[in-house]
């Protein structure tokens, strides 16, 4: 498939063949470091060959676009995205937009929140700025004043608060905006609406690109602007913009499927066991060995009184034959917290539970299977069940 100078469409994101186009090496590997896709060498004449890397999402390099679309559809993926961030994300926060595509849809949510969230008018409040004035203008900020004007008295160096459009929540909003901008694939009253709205934030300031977007506390005077900076939060984390080299331009929206599931599962997890005794930890640090040298990290553990009471794994893969090394991933997992049970939560797999007993330990490992077509309310409804499942009254622990 040609590619110079128009879209090369869409890969699923389980298509082992891909497509091979013809583009420029420059070009190959800024789509190669977007990170979305894995570009190979098709022959001596220009050709490339395009294939999924475990990731999902748009890229655009040049004139070149590319998207790779997830098996559980822009919508649910849009959800999972946002409950992991967020558990009051709601299904709504991403409906309303008619399109299949991953960034027309995001882009046509964000307008349409953000559209929202300044209806009422462009939110203000109170912001601290330093300044060097010719006049006393709240607090002198004197060890500043005596480093950078030694035996000056003006102009001098003041800390004061005013009130102001320039606060995190529009800083956040628009550089959103903009940076979805440079997004491919946007429709152009979708792109309209987005400029129209970054007028609106005319003098707020922007984020510095690179850096995580700062936490939103949410309060009564911002809750019209919540449903928008989730949104927001989820173009800050995952598009960026890349400049080079010569004039070529790299826009992507990249996301990795098996961390989004890993993490929507933790969240998710986390609040349907919030009303039991006991803490629930992502990414549990600890080690295999005595001598601490061997560390592991399992998905989630649920400690009560600081001893790990359950462990759990979040798989994105169809589970077919068996957990394979998953298995025996568990089964060290158990050995080192102690557990006599552990659990593995596919995305895709048999419909009931498979347990396996391992011989000559007392340890069984429960594979437990999430049907990620189901609706956010079924889905979340699953994860509430398993918790049940998982929590029951704790029992001898395992001799050492």
């Not at 949104?231 to 990795?256: I, K, N």
């Not at 398993?386 to 622990?397: G, H, K, Q, T, V």
Request: aromatic residues 4%; glycine residues 8%; charged residues 25%.
């Amino acid at each position: 498939m040609k590619a110079n100078g128009e879209s090369v469409g869409s890969l699923a994101e389980d298509d082992n063949h891909g497509k091979v186009v013809s583009v420029s090496s420059a070009t190959a590997t800024a789509l190669r470091r977007s990170g979305l896709l894995r570009v190979e060498p098709e022959g001596t004449d220009g050709k490339w060959r395009l294939l999924p890397h475990g990731k999902v999402g748009a890229v655009r390099a040049g004139e070149v676009d590319v998207m790779v679309t997830p098996k559980v559809g822009i919508e649910r993926l849009l959800f999972l995205l946002g409950y992991a961030a967020n558990p009051g994300f709601r299904p709504d926060d991403v409906q309303g937009a008619a399109d299949d595509d991953l960034l027309p849809l995001m882009a046509e949510s964000l307008a349409r929140q953000a559209e929202r969230a300044l209806a009422a008018g462009v939110l203000q409040g109170y912001v601290t700025i330093d300044d060097a004035l010719m006049t006393v203008r709240g607090r002198p900020r004197l060890g500043d004043q005596l480093s950078r004007r030694p035996g000056m008295l003006l102009p001098l160096e003041v800390r004061h608060d005013e009130y102001s459009a320039d606060i995190p929540e529009n800083r956040v909003l628009r550089s959103a905006m903009e940076r979805m901008l440079t997004g491919p694939r946007l429709p152009a009253g979708t792109r309209a609406r987005l400029i129209h709205l970054c007028g609106r934030l005319d003098g707020v300031g922007r984020l510095d690109p690179g850096r995580p977007p700062p936490h939103i506390r949410e309060t009564r005077l911002n809750a019209r602007y919540q449903p928008a900076l989730r949104l927001a939060e989820l173009v800050l984390t995952h598009q960026s913009l890349e400049t080079g080299p010569g004039p070529l331009t790299t826009a992507s929206f990249v996301v990795d499927m098996a961390r989004v599931f890993e993490d929507f599962v933790t969240t998710a997890m986390r609040e349907a066991l919030a009303g039991r005794p006991g803490t629930t930890h992502g990414q549990y640090r600890t080690h295999l060995d005595a001598s601490r040298l061997v560390s592991v990290r399992p998905d989630i553990v649920h400690t009560v009184d600081g001893t790990p009471r359950i462990v759990l794994d979040a798989k994105y893969k169809v589970q077919k034959d068996g957990p394979g090394t998953d298995l025996y991933q568990m089964l060290a997992y158990c050995t080192t917290l102690n557990l006599k049970r552990g659990w593995l939560a596919y995305a895709q797999g048999p419909t009931t539970p498979r347990t396996y007993r391992i011989r000559n330990t007392g340890i069984e490992v429960v594979a437990r299977p999430l049907d990620l077509a189901t609706s956010p309310t079924e889905l979340l409804k699953q994860i509430s069940h398993l918790a049940d499942e998982i929590w029951e009254p704790p029992s001898p622990p395992m001799r050492p």
